[in-house]
C-alpha cells in the first residue's frame, strides 16, 4: 500500500509556472507506475501525465505536451509535475496516482490516489 500527498499548487497569472509535488510513504514507490490526473469543476477527471516506474518513458496528454515535465525521485519517493506556460483552461484540482501498468489512461488503472492540490491560472 502507499499513501500520496500533493503539493505545490496556488494561483498563477497566465504564461507563469508552477511545480507539483507528490510524496509518496511506503517502501514500495521505485515499483509504481506514477500518473497526474486534473479536475476541473463540473468536468470530469483526465489523464495528464505518467511515468513508468524507472522514470525512463513518459506520457503526457496532448494539451500539456510541450508545457508540462513529469518525473520522479524513487530515492525521495517523490512525484512531480513541472507545470510551464500555464492556461487558464490548466485551472484543475490535480491528483496524483499509483498504478501498475505503463500507458494507462483511465483512472480504474491506477489504484492509490491523493487527496489533490488546487491549481488556478488567471488571464
Known amino acids: 500500500q502507499v499513501q500520496l500527498v500533493e503539493s505545490g499548487g496556488g494561483s498563477v497569472q497566465a504564461g507563469g509556472s508552477l511545480r507539483l509535488s507528490c510524496t509518496a510513504s511506503?517502501?514500495?514507490?521505485?515499483?509504481?507506475?506514477m500518473g497526474w490526473f486534473r479536475q476541473a469543476p463540473g468536468k470530469e477527471r483526465e489523464f495528464v501525465a505518467s511515468?513508468?516506474?524507472?522514470?525512463?518513458?513518459?506520457h503526457l496528454a496532448d494539451s500539456v505536451k510541450g508545457r508540462f515535465t513529469i518525473s520522479k525521485d524513487n530515492a525521495k519517493t517523490t512525484l512531480y509535475l513541472q507545470m510551464n506556460s500555464l492556461k487558464p483552461d490548466d485551472t484543475s484540482l490535480y491528483y496524483c496516482?499509483?498504478?501498475?501498468?505503463?500507458?494507462?489512461?483511465?483512472?480504474?488503472?491506477?489504484?492509490?490516489w491523493g487527496q489533490g492540490t488546487q491549481v488556478t491560472v488567471s488571464s
Open positions: 496516482a499509483a498504478g501498475s501498468i505503463f500507458g494507462r489512461t483511465a483512472e480504474y488503472d491506477y489504484r492509490y
Open positions: 511515468i513508468s516506474a524507472s522514470g525512463s518513458l513518459v
Open positions: 511506503g517502501r514500495t514507490f521505485s515499483s509504481y507506475v
